[in-house]
């Protein structure tokens, strides 16, 4: 095969360098990852392939194994085995649930997170705001996307409220997931050469869109209960798919918790620290204290009560997840403690 015709072929799954990579072995996509290894795709086709030794390797950061959105370099064996995962130009990352610390890749090399929330129950600015401190930092846009907006509900007063708490520069779309003409709406986030992924909790109407942006249906999808607008996890598993707009898409499984990694900057809230500097006090508490520019801004209303109180519990939450990660950090480079290392499962994915 040519180069030109490789280029052509890798452009279904995201490629958009004007060069291959010089390595002989083969360049290939990861689009789902399962219990039992992963699924690629070369362009041409989607096949099974198998993590090389050193991904398996215990105590290995699982944000440095393959992810789904990863370009990946494939022996030439019968069995496909993934010896290389080529440098990301992005990555989001959230921590894992559970106890460990630990940070899983959510999707790999994208351009937008869309940030899908259902104008239904599921809505929620505060779980916006998480969701997009966790997109800082990732190398990716954040879009919004408000679901469910043809099911009478007050649209325009959702919209205004959450642009009341977001930059003024954040993109909130409200679409209806069904709608064919939503394609069209969201064209210039997966034209050729761009990659998305699609997250949300469960019931948001991921896989909904993601099939009317597929125009076929593809995904499973399943109806919210009635009395919270929550989901049933239909989604189980990330998938990536190539679009007719010519961008690729990453569906993923609706998420329970959505911790921070530690590593998030907070700028969604730079306007907070802002006011913080102009506290009478260096080290006022924000409570009582004369002379606290946050208290003033509460009053006067410049402040919302509520985004300061997200504010404040991300802001508490990153800084644990910091210590614990920096603590983390520590154990690994000092001396071993008794006792067998804990087992590191490398493809626990979904919740
Ligand atoms: N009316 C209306 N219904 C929608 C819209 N988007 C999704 N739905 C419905 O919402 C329900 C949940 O949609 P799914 O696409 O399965 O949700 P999901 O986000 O993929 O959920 P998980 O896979 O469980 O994470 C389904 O009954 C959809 O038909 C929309 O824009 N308008
Ligand atoms: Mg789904
Ligand atoms: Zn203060």
Known sequence: MTDSEGLARLRHIGWRDDALPDDPR????????HRAGYEVHDGTAAFNAQPAGQFLKRGLDPALRPAVGDFVLL??????????????????????????YERQVIAANIDYVLVL?????????????RYLTLVEGSGARPVVLLSKADTGVDVEAAVSSLRARLPAEAEVHAINGKDPATVG????YLGPGMSAVLVGSSGAGKSTL?????????MATGAVRDHDSRGRHTTTHRALLSLPTGGCLIDTPGMRELKLTGEENLDLFADIEALAA?????????????????????????LSP???RNFLKLHEEREEQAATMEARLRRKAGPKP???PRRGGWSHDDD
Do not use: M, Y
Not at 26 to 33: C, D, H, I, P, Y
Not at 210 to 218: P, W, Y
């Open 306 to 308: 509520q985004r300061w």
């Open 338 to 340: 008794g006792g067998k």
């Open 210 to 218: 993601t099939n009317t942006l597929l125009g076929e249906e593809k």
């Open 185 to 188: 709406l969201l064209a210039p």
């Open 117 to 129: 929330t259902g104008l239904d129950g599921d809505f929620n600015p505060s779980r916006i705001e």
């Open 278 to 302: 102009q506290c009478r006090f260096a080290d006022c508490g924000h409570g009582k204290e004369p002379g606290c520019a946050i208290q003033a801004a509460l009053a006067s209303g410049e």
């Open 26 to 33: 083969r360049l290939a996509r990861v689009v789902a990852q």
């Open 75 to 100: 022996s030439h064996a019968s069995h496909p085995v993934i010896e290389a995962v080529l440098s990301r130009r992005s990555t989001l990352t959230r921590a894992a649930a559970g106890e460990r």
